[in-house]
Structures are given as C-alpha cells and as structure tokens.
C-alpha cells in the first residue's frame, strides 16, 4: 500500500477511532449534513497526505466522524473535481484511504441537472446506474488485473432498495434514474442535453462517477443520491449558472439532508 494512504489511515484511525460502516461524500446542497452530526471529531484534508487539496470555494475539506440517530458515520466535506485538472483521480487517494480505515460503503451526494421533465429542481433522485460519457478512469496506470474492474450493479441494489423504503416511510418522493457524468466546468449545451435524453439519463453532472468507480475498485459498495438543482441546458428557458444551482440547492438542502440522515439510519450494510 501506498505511504501516504497507510499514514492517512492511521491518522483516521488515531484521531476519529474505528471506521464506521459508512462514509458520506458530500456535494454541493449538503453541506449542511455535516452540522447534524453528533458528538463529533473531524480532521482536515490538509493532515492526510492521501486526502486532495482544495481550491473551490465552499468544499472545506475535512473528515467528520459523530452519530445520526444511533449510526456512527463519516462525513467527507469537500470533493476535488475532474474539472479542476482534468485528471479523474482527485479523490483516488481519499478513497483507498477510507479502505484501508475499514469503512465498508461510500454514500455519495452531489447537485445535479434534471433531463426529465417530470423531476423538478429540488427534488431527489437515487442513482441506480451510469454514464461515464467523458471516457475517463480513475484507474489509469493501475498495474494488474484488479484495474478491469466489473461495473454490474455498482450502485448497490440492496442498498438502493433500504434507501427508497427509507425515503417512503417519510414520505419523500425519491426519483430513480442515470446519472450521465460530463466532465465542465461549462455546462452543456441542449444539442448535448438532447443527446444525453437520447443515450436513457435523466440527470447530469460534473461528478461522482470517478469515485464511484475507485469505490467498487477498492471493495467498497455505493450508493448515490443525486439533488436537481436546475432543469438542464434547452428543457426550460433558463440561463444556467453556479450561482443559481448553488441557491436552489441551499433552498432544498433542508428536504435533502432529513432524508439522507433517514437513509444513513437505515442502512444495513
Ligand atoms: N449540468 C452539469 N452539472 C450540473 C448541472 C447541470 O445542469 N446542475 C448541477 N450540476
């Protein structure tokens, strides 16, 4: 194993105690998840050398570790982007370090556009499959057989199953659909929106997809939820910014984070 996933491990391990079974990626409109954690101790990203810089404003980069209910969980606040470099590994070292901490599932969340007409922004949706429409991997010079890793069923089904019964039993409409990844930072243009309908998505974002696949890649099971922020480019008349999904999201993220600590709660990994 790597040096510095070994230390950033030890150094979960020493400061926040045990893994927890499950590890929460939050994304822009969830922040706020991070403040109804319990009894919590968090490190910065800046002390595990694993863990990636950040440069956008409003990712703060840190681990959080405290209880929802009676679940221990980890709260990863701070995402490093594909767009920001361009390489999709960012979060390679973050994730191969919750691994080898011990957390067993990565439950990811992100803001994304809506291409069904029928999903409006604010409203949620679980991931049940994607798109990797930028063709990039995180797993580029990854030596071995271990890199051809199988994409069947790398959303979890029995976890998408716990997180739709846990969304009905408090009565929140939970949508369920693809989540095509598209590299930004612009947004799209409609002849890509028309394009992505026509491939069977029905939302899209700069996110997530990578570390799914470095997730499934380090043994551990996924489960995403996805937050629309705005119909996408062409479906409505709108003008896309990310002032504007910033506000949508902050205007539904109370909605979002009651449900994502019902299905924290919920879950059987
Ligand atoms: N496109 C891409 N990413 C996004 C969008 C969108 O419309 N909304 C939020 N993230």
């Known amino acids: 194993m790597n040096e510095h996933i070994r230390l950033s491990a030890a150094t979960l391990q020493q400061r926040l105690g045990p893994a927890p079974e499950i590890a929460v990626l939050l994304g822009s409109g969830w922040g706020p998840f991070a403040e109804v954690l319990q009894g919590a101790t968090e490190v910065a990203y800046a ?3 694993a863990f990636p810089a950040l440069a956008v404003g409003g990712h703060k980069g840190l681990v959080r570790v405290g209880t929802v209910g009676n679940t221990r969980v980890a709260v990863l606040a701070g995402r490093k982007h594909a767009y920001e470099t361009g390489n999709a590994d960012g979060m390679l070292g973050a994730i191969r370090s919750l691994a080898a901490w011990g957390v067993r599932v990565l439950l990811q969340t992100n803001a994304a556009g809506s291409m069904d007409a029928g999903m409006r922004p604010g409203e949620l949706m679980l991931i049940s499959d ?3 429409v930028v063709q990039r991997s995180p797993l580029i010079g990854e030596p071995g057989d271990k890199r051809f890793q199988d994409m069947n069923h790398a959303y979890d089904p029995g976890l998408n199953a716990q997180a739709k019964a846990a969304a009905a039993a408090m009565g929140t409409q939970l949508h ?11 947004f ?9 309908r026509a491939f069977g998505a029905q939302a899209v974002g ?5 570390e ?4 499934r890649h380090a043994g551990l099971k996924v489960l995403a939820l996805s937050m ?3 119909m996408a480019a062409g479906m409505e008349n709108e003008v896309l910014s990310h ?3 910033l506000a949508t999201a902050n205007a539904a993220s109370e909605r979002a984070v009651a449900t994502l600590a019902a299905v924290v709660q919920a879950l059987k990994p």
């Open 243 to 245: 002032a504007h999904t």
């Open 47 to 49: 002390e595990l050398p």
């Open 130 to 132: 994607h798109l990797n």
């Open 188 to 196: 799209e243009t409609p002849a890509e929106i028309r394009m992505l």
């Open 206 to 210: 700069m996110s997530t997809v990578p």
């Open 228 to 230: 629309m922020t705005n």
């Open 176 to 186: 369920e659909g693809i989540y095509a990844w598209v590299l930004g930072p612009q």
């Open 212 to 215: 799914t696949i470095l997730a």
